[in-house]
């Protein structure tokens, strides 16, 4: 029996560190060939490691095109992606308790309307939305990409629920005993007690909205508001790609997101099956 089971200890972790490396793979090539000249990232015969480490690649990058430097690409998307995960956070968790512990006359029926639109493609509501902003005359701002998240986003509402359905309501009732309000037993009692569910949507909507690109491109249109994930398109152009500066920015802006996975990696996996499993 123990060998078999080594055996099989040793299948499953060389077929995980197999799939993890497939899966790293082209994230390590695009960091390497952020050092490469431009005749050797691309071509049959182009080398996996650079002949010369090319680093003015990121200074070429952090140049930016015309009079705009990454650095003000980089402050753009802090502010977009800060705003809109502070926003995320706090409507969704609000949200979240309302529909979760306050019983009210519809809940159900705004519940299972939530749920619907998360079945919606985003691009099926990308022309409607567009229309609407336009007619509001935001475009142009950044207004389209920070108001929405203020707005609740039903798959963090929706994942905040269970971690909340999870919590006794003993704690509610000995509250409302004391002579708590609602908001204070959200306040006091309920949101002191969300942190590995806030944390993963914290991370999780800063991710997705530093890296979005959609969103940006639809709605900037002045050269100094664009983010880091639109601007790394002015690498591209009719006369060809620069892929040097343009996979040197991409490995900077790959930093952040990193960074917050790392610190909060251990909160994710409480924060996201959170509720999945009753006892």
Known sequence: MKAKRRIGNIIYHT?????????????????ISSFKKKSEI?????????SVWVWQNYVNGWKGSGLVSFGRYFANSFLVAGLGTIGTVISSTMVAYGLARIRFRGRKVWFTCM???????GQVLMIPQYIIWNRLGL????????????LGWPFFIYMIMQFIRGLPRELD???????????????????PLLGPSLITTTVISFYWIWDDYMGPLLY?????????????????????TNFGPMFAMSTLSLIPVFLLFLFFNRYLMDGVTAGSVKG
């Open 15 to 31: 077929f995980v560190i197999a799939f993890g490396a497939l899966m790293i793979y082209p994230v390590f090539w695009m960091i």
């Open 220 to 240: 900037l249109t002045d050269p100094k508001m664009y983010t880091v994930s639109y601007a790394i398109k002015s690498f591209a152009d009719v006369q060809g």
């Open 139 to 150: 475009v142009g701002t950044y207004a389209p990409l920070i108001i929405p998240k203020f």
């Open 173 to 191: 009732e000995a509250a409302e005993i004391d002579g708590c309000s609602k908001y204070s037993i959200f306040t006091r009692i309920i949101l």
């Open 115 to 121: 749920i619907l639109t998360m079945l919606l493609p």
């Open 42 to 50: 691309l071509g049959n015969n182009a080398p996996f490691w650079p």
